[in-house]
């Protein structure tokens, strides 16, 4: 199954600024996605990182929020733009798997909006 | 309703013991069902897919009951090291996957 290196691990940032998480696959993927998961909570998907077009995003998450960037088949990035304390989450990439069987994460970004 | 349900725990069993959890799913058309686990601060790793004739890994069994739209996975001869969260995942369609709050499971010695 694909490999997927996510940076950075963690970071602590100031309210109003923005922090870019980047995903890099070790094969080429036909489908990522963007998650969050909260302290206890399960993964709430964000968006779809469609190659060479717009995301599509989930009902709750927007654009000016959240823009992802999707450039070739394996890498993206999402950026936190503009961040509140309530952004305090882990954020996952992840790929799916050759033959549509499954998922594989992104060891995931522990942020921390302070 | 939720698209996914699991009953969040935790279960606490001694080594050894047989612990099984369901997890409910509200769409009928899902085709597709995975188990995950994720230890403390770590992204979820697939653990096994979920056939409708039931599949067996080792000491994990897999099954779909799609009448009822749940899917279970028993664990014979828990490990300390089966401690874990348990996510159970359904794909409705091709790209859209729906995560269950996950059941938490503590194996002591």
């Known amino acids: 199954s694909a490999v997927i290196s996510q940076k950075p691990s963690r970071d602590i940032c100031q309210r109003g600024t923005s922090l870019t998480i980047q995903c890099q696959v070790d094969s080429q993927v036909t489908m990522m996605f963007w998650y969050r998961q909260q302290p206890g909570q399960s993964l709430t998907l964000i968006a779809t990182?469609?190659?060479?077009?717009?995301?599509?995003?989930e009902s709750g998450f927007v654009i000016d929020k959240f823009p992802i960037s999707r450039p070739n088949l394996t890498f993206s990035t999402l950026t936190v733009s503009n961040m509140s304390p309530e952004d305090s989450s882990i954020y996952l990439c992840s790929a799916l798997t050759t033959g549509g069987w499954g998922y594989t994460f992104g060891s995931g970004t522990r942020l921390t909006v302070v | 309703r939720k698209e996914v349900e699991q009953d969040p725990g935790p279960f606490n069993v001694p080594e050894g013991a047989t612990v099984a959890f369901n997890c409910t799913y509200s769409?009928?058309?899902?085709?597709?069902f995975f188990w995950y686990r994720q230890d403390c601060r770590k992204e979820p790793k697939l653990l096994m897919s979920?056939?409708?004739s039931g599949n067996e890994d080792g000491r994990f069994t897999a099954q779909l009951n799609r009448a009822s739209q749940y899917i279970s996975l028993l664990i014979r001869d828990s490990k300390l090291s089966d401690s874990a969260t348990y996510l159970c995942?359904?794909?409705?369609?091709?790209?859209?996957?729906?995560f269950g709050s996950g059941t938490k499971l503590n194996v002591k010695p």
């Open positions: 979920v056939y409708s």
């Open positions: 990182a469609n190659q060479g077009s717009e995301a599509t995003y």
């Open positions: 769409n009928s058309a899902s085709q597709s």
């Open positions: 995942v359904v794909n409705p369609n091709f790209n859209k996957f729906y």
